[in-house]
């Protein structure tokens, strides 16, 4: 007679600690800085467009750091 292992499952990791999701979304942020700062109307947009591309640089160098 074999011992059965009780079957555990594997809880889903929070949507912000999810490797592909999290992805995306520094993917977004980065696509969105540059939208500002190609735009030709708004200046607080071009002002602020510098700003959103290195955040969502260095989002998705962490993010990349996260086991899938």
Known sequence: M???VPHI???KRPF??????MENIA????GLGFLML???FF???YTWSL???LAGTILFIIVSKFPE
Request: no cysteine.
């Open 2 to 4: 074999t011992a059965q």
């Open 43 to 45: 200046l607080i947009l």
């Open 38 to 40: 190609f735009q030709p």
């Open 51 to 53: 700003v959103t591309l």
């Open 27 to 30: 993917t977004a942020i980065i």
């Open 9 to 11: 499952s594997k809880q």
């Open 16 to 21: 912000f600690l999810r490797r592909g999701s």
